[in-house]
Nanobody, 125 residues
Framework: QVQLVESGGGLVQAGDSLRLSCAAS????????MAWFRQSPGKEREIVAA????????YYPDSMKGHFTISRDNAKRTVYLQMNNLKPEDTAVYYC??????????????????WGQGTQVTVSS
């Protein structure tokens, strides 16, 4: 019943920007922590950004800080990932994830229970 639907991926050139969207249904979105993960061939899945029930509570790996920005719009039940200055190494399938039982102070780097099907981002050089 939980559904997370990613969109916004595509083929872009290095230096371009994309904004990914994840539309959520079947969960109490406002009470869910949300995150974006990615996986590229030959690499492990990695978290790229997360946002708590409070939109001011965000998490980024050090390598992502200043590169990607996560945001949420509770009225639209949507989480976004703004990706600027894309590089070929950003090529991956990007997945939206939710933790629908998160507390306000929940850690953001793990605990995600629901997953979307992913959207492909390909960055050419």
């Amino acid at each position: 019943q939980v559904q997370l639907v990613e969109s916004g991926g595509g083929l872009v050139q290095a230096g371009d920007s994309l904004r990914l969207s994840c539309a959520a249904s079947g969960i109490n979105f406002a009470r869910s922590a949300m995150a974006w993960f990615r996986q590229s061939p030959g690499k492990e899945r990695e978290i790229v950004a997360a946002i708590g029930r409070s939109a001011t509570n965000t998490y980024y790996p050090d390598s992502m800080k200043g590169h990607f920005t996560i945001s949420r719009d509770n009225a639209k039940r949507t989480v976004y990932l703004q990706m600027n200055n894309l590089k070929p190494e950003d090529t991956a399938v990007y997945y939206c994830a939710a933790n629908p039982s998160a507390i306000l102070t929940a850690p953001l780097h793990y605990g995600y229970k629901n997953w979307g099907q992913g959207t492909q981002v390909t960055v050419s050089s």
